[in-house]
């Protein structure tokens, strides 16, 4: 039986969704408990930013939820309102991960949208993001990886030793 406990850390740029599973989660189990995370992330004026995990995540299966493609969050830049990029949002899915110090059981990335899956084919010398940014998050203790587009199914190559799921 696993005894590992559910959490949800769910990025401001996906709340609706994160609390719809949420809901979802709370009606499967039948009980009021709270699947949503307890964290904080933290935008600097120069537009760095920190994650920080406000709770105890030992023996827990995180699942980080992240829609990368909302134009909608904005933070202070230099005293500006600044709308977060694709990057910006990426970058905090890995500040997520790094705040879990190793802690977390396993950590299941959950992207809406597939993080640079657009440019999947390499046009001469030019960079395969999509692909770098699935190794990464590979390397950095990511067991799954679940989104609903994917530009292109192939992309999957990147990783094939952690579970990538697509579905369309």
Do not use: W
């Amino acid at each position: 039986m696993n005894n590992r406990k559910l959490k949800l850390l769910v990025m401001p740029n996906c709340q609706e969704l994160g609390e719809k599973i949420e809901k979802e989660l709370q009606k499967l189990k039948k009980e009021e408990e709270s699947y949503l995370l307890d964290f904080t992330p933290d935008r600097f004026n120069n537009g760095e930013g920190k994650v920080r995990i406000n709770e105890n995540i030992n023996n827990v299966d995180l699942y980080i939820l992240s829609d990368v493609g909302n134009y909608d969050i904005t933070y202070k830049y230099h005293g500006r309102d600044h709308h977060m990029a694709p990057d910006e949002h990426f970058q905090d899915i890995k500040r997520s991960i790094a705040a879990t110090s190793g802690h977390a059981s396993k950590i299941t990335v959950i992207m809406p949208l597939l993080y640079q899956s657009r440019q999947d084919k390499r046009k001469g010398n030019e960079s395969l993001d999509c692909a770098i940014a699935l190794q990464e998050l590979q390397n950095i203790g990511v067991k799954n990886i679940i989104t609903f587009d994917a530009h292109n199914s192939s992309v999957c190559n990147a990783i094939p030793r952690p579970n990538f799921r697509r579905n369309d």
